[in-house]
Nanobody
C-alpha cells in the first residue's frame, strides 16, 4: 500500500507556472490510477486531472490546455504541471491513488497553491 506526499505548492503571480509532485512510498505505485484534486475555500473538492495505469488522461474543462498530468512509475511520482495560473486556481491540491480491484483509495495531505499578485 502506498503513502502519498505532495510538494511544489506556493505563491505564484497570475499567469505564472508551478509543478506539483506527489511522491508515493511503498510498493505498487504503477498499479494505481492517480488523480489531482483541489479544494478552494468555501467550495467542494473537485477533480482537476486524472491518469490511468495505461497513461490515459482526462481533465476538468476548467484546466484543459492549461494543466498537464503525468506520472513516472520508476520514481513512483505523480506530477501536475500548471501553466497560465489564474486567481481562481487558488486551492489546496491533493493527490489520490485508486486501486479499484482491491477497493483501495488513498489521499495525500495536500499542498497549498495561491495565485495572487
Amino acid at each position: 500500500q502506498v503513502q502519498l506526499v505532495e510538494s511544489g505548492g506556493g505563491l505564484v503571480q497570475p499567469g505564472g507556472s508551478l509543478r506539483l509532485s506527489c511522491a508515493a512510498s511503498g510498493s505498487g505505485f504503477r498499479f494505481y490510477a492517480m488523480g489531482w484534486y483541489r479544494q478552494a475555500p468555501g467550495k467542494q473538492r473537485e477533480l482537476v486531472a486524472a491518469i490511468t495505469t495505461g497513461l490515459s488522461t482526462n481533465y476538468s474543462d476548467s484546466v484543459k490546455g492549461q494543466f498537464t498530468i503525468s506520472r513516472d512509475n520508476a520514481k513512483s511520482t505523480l506530477y501536475l504541471q500548471m501553466n497560465s495560473l489564474k486567481p481562481e486556481g487558488t486551492a489546496v491540491y491533493s493527490c489520490k491513488a485508486d486501486r479499484g480491484v482491491l477497493g483501495i483509495s488513498l489521499w495525500g495531505r495536500g499542498t497549498q497553491v495561491t495565485v495572487s499578485s
